[in-house]
C-alpha cells in the first residue's frame, strides 16, 4: 500500500471517528456574511421589485419586534423583562438577515454562530438531523453567546420541504447552575464552574420539548420552574414569527422572502461600506485600562489601534492582556466583536437595519489566548469585565474619524458608562423558593456627553438603546431585596466638560424576611475609571462598593428615625449606626451572605465628558450646582465659576478672571512633551500595580511584574493566586514578626 | 481664498497647505500634521485627584477618587491659548498614545474631490 493511499485512510478515518465536536474555529473566528447561494441568486432574479422587497422586509421586521414583545411581556426572567433579548430570523446558511429594532443588539453579529454549528454538523447527522418541527437551543459562548446566562432557542421554517430560514429569540435567563447563583459568577475559576454548557442541542421535535431534556436541563439549575417557562416564551415567539414568515410566502411567494433576507444582508454591508468610505483614512489610537479581575484589583491593558481605509475598518487589539486562566474576565473573541458591533448599531448608524452584516466590513485582530480573545479552557462568564473596556477603547477612539467627516447619522460622543453596576443575588425568598438573579439596575448607565449637549442621567445601558430598570415594588414582591432609600443621583459623579456626561444613581440594598439571602456584585473601575471623555473632557471618577455590616437598620431605626441618611456620603462619614463596621470594597463581590438589615451600596456610573471644562457655560455650572449635581468644590476647582453659593448668581467677571488665572496656570505647569516624556515614560511597567498586556512593543507582553513576559503570539495564560491565600500568607507573616518581636 | 482647514477634533484642524496641525481657538501652528500633534503641545501629569476629590473620608481605601498610584491624568494644552486640547488616563510611566495619524495625502485627495465638485456645482 503506497504512501499516499495510507495517509488518505488514515485521514478518512480520523474524519469519520471525531471523538469530540468543541467549538468550530472556522465558524466562531468568521463574522462575515455567506456569500450569495445559487439558491438565493434564483430568488433574486425572479423577485427584483424593490418597493416588493421593502414590504416583505417591513413584514419580517415587524414580526421580530412582535416577538421580542411577546418574549418581554410573557418572560419570566428579569432580563426577560427588561428587554436583555433579541428575536430574529436567520437565512438558510444560518446568517442573521433580520432583528429586533429594541434589545441588547450585541447580539446582532454573535447568533449566527450556533445555526451554522447545527448546519454543519446537526443537519446531516443522522443521530441528530433538521427536520420540521425540530427546536434547537444553546446557551455555551464558546459556540457563539456573549456568556452562559443567555440562551438561544431557534426552529427551522421549511416550505415545501425546502429550508427557508430559522426563526427564534436569544434572552439572558441569568440562573445557570454556576458557582454562584443568578447566571454570571465572578468566582468561577474554570468553564467547569459556570454551569450549564449547551453547546447547539435539539431540545424538541414535533413542535414539543422532549420531556427527558427539559427535565435535565431544569435539574441542570437552581430555578427549574423559570428555566420551562424561559423555554415556553422564545418557542411561542419563534413559532409567532414563523407563521409571519410563512404568510409573506403565502401573499408574495417563497422567492420573495429568500430575496429579501438575502438583499438585506447585501445592502447593509453596501451601505455600511459607502459611510466608511466618508471617514478620513488613516490610524487612530486608544488605550483603556481594566483595573481588576473581579477577584483582585490589577491593571489589564486594552490597546486598540483602528486602521481605516477606504471602505474597510480593521480594529487592532493585539499586545491586550494575556487570558487569565482562573478568573472569568476573559472574551471569546465572537463576543468581542457582538460587542464592538454594538458601538456602530446604537452610536454610530443606528438607523442601519439590525443584522449581523453591519460588522461584515470590519477586520479584528487579536492574540491568541489574550483576555480578548481566550481558548476554551478559560472561562468566560464575566467577558463584560474585557469587552466593554474593548467597547469604550473603540467609541473614544471612532470620533476622531466621525468628526471630520462627511456623513454622520449621530452626534459626536465621548465614552458611555460601561460597567453592570447591580447587585446579583442568590437565596431562599419570602415563599420558601430558591432563587438566583440580577436586578435590572444594570441599564441605568450614565449616558455620555455630546458635541452640543450634556449626557443624560442613568439614561440606558450600553449594550441596549433601550432596556428598562424594573419597579422596585414589583421587584419586593418577588424577592426579599429591599432598597431603603429611593435612587438618588450621586453629586460630582459626572465626567466633567465643556459638556458633562450624565450621572449615575446610588443604590443602597439591604434584605428582609429569609432564612438565607446572599448579594454579589459584578464592576471594576475602583481604582481607575473605566470610561473617558473627549476632546479634554474628563473620565468620572471611580466607584466602591461601601459595606454597613453587624446592624440590623429596620430594628435600630425602628424607633430612631433620625438615623435615616439618604445617600452613601451621608451613611459612610457620618456613620449613623453605632457599632456598625462601616467599609468599602472594590465592585467585586463574590456571593457573600447578608444579615436582615445590614447595607450594601453601589452607584452606578456616569459618562464621560466633552471638551474643556472652562469652555462650560457659566449658567449650565450654575443649574447644575442649585440641582446639586456638582459641589462648590467642582464650581470652584474644576469649571473655575464664581456664583453665588445660595441664589447660584454667576460673577461673570470674577469667573472671566477665574478661568484666565487657570489658563496661564495650565501654561505654567505644562512642560514641552520631549522635555515631559523623558521624566514621565519609563521603559517597563511598575511592580505595583501588578500589570497585564503589552507596555512600548506590543509584541511583548507583561504578566504581573516586569521579569514576567511573554511573546504575544505565545500566550503564557495567567494563573493568578487565590486573594484568600495571599491575605492568610500576610497575616501569618504579621503574626511572625509579631511573635518573634515578643 | 482661504487656506483649506480640515476640522479633525473640537480644537485641532490641519491646514493642507502648510501641512501643520493648528489650534481651533487661537490658530497656535502646534506641528506638522504628519507627526503626533501632541508633540507641539504643553503637557502636564495631574494627580486624579485634582479633579476627582474624595468623596468619602480618608480612612476608606475607595472613595470615588481613582487611585494617584495607579492612575494619572495627563493633559495636553495649546501652548498660546491653554486650552485643555485633550488628556489621557494613564497608568504611571506608561507611554502616551500617539491616537491622531491620518493619510494626509488621501485627505488631499479628498478635499480636492470636495472642493472640484462644489466647484462643479457653481
Known sequence: MGGDQEKSIIEKFLEENVLFLGP??????????????????????????????NLVRHKLQTACNESFDMVEQMGAAPGAKWGDLISGVWTANGDLALASMGGVLIFSVLTQHPVKFILKYWKDDPTVGLKDGDIFMHNDARYGNIHNTDQSLVIPVFHEGELICFTGAIVHEGENGAIEPGGMPSAAESPFDEGLKMSPIKVGENYEFKRDILTFLQNSVREPKLQLEGMKSKFFAA?????????????????????????????????VRRRLSAWPDGKVRSNVFADGTLRENCLIRIRCELDKRGDELIIDFRGSSPEFLNRPNNTVLASLKGMLAQEFLSFVWPDLPRNQAVFAPMTVLTDRRSALHCSPDAPNAQSMMTFFPGFTAIQIAVPKYLYSSSHRATDIIAGWYNMIVTFLYGGINQYGELVGNVCADLNGM????????DGEHSLAPIFAPMADIGEQELIEEEVPLIKIVPHRLMKDAEGFGKFRG???YQQIATMKDSSMWGFMCCSIGSKFPTTYGIFGGYAPGTLPLCKVKGVNVFEVMKDQRELLRFTIPEIMNERPF??????????GLQLEFAQPGELYMITQGGGGGYGDVLERDPALVSKDYLDELISMRSVLNVYRVVLDEKTGAVDAAATEAARQAEREARKQRGKPYHEFVKTWETAEP?????FYGSWKDRTLLYRGTPEDTCPADAIRSVMMPNPKDLRIAQLEAELEAALAAK | MSTPRVAITEYLEIDLNSERWHCRRCDHDIAPARSNYKEGLLVANRDPRDIHHPILDERYPFSYAPDPKWCRIIEFYCPGCGTLVENEYLPPGHPITHDIELDIDKLKERHAQAQGTANAAG
Do not use: C
Open chain 1, 502 to 504: 450624565g450621572h449615575g
Open chain 1, 686 to 690: 511598575p511592580r505595583e500595580p501588578p
Open chain 1, 578 to 587: 453605632p457599632n456598625a463596621k462601616y467599609s468599602t470594597h472594590h465592585m
Open chain 1, 24 to 53: 468550530d474555529q472556522q465558524i466562531m473566528e468568521d463574522h462575515s456574511v455567506v456569500k450569495t447561494t445559487p439558491r438565493e441568486q434564483r430568488a433574486l432574479d425572479s423577485f427584483t421589485d424593490t418597493d416588493q422587497i
Open chain 1, 239 to 271: 413559532m409567532r414569527m414563523k407563521a409571519r414568515v410563512e404568510e409573506a410566502i403565502a401573499e408574495y411567494g417563497v422567492d420573495a422572502v429568500v430575496a429579501t433576507m438575502r438583499k438585506t444582508l447585501t445592502d447593509t454591508e453596501a451601505e
Open chain 1, 446 to 453: 450614565g449616558g455620555a456627553a455630546r458635541w452640543n449637549r
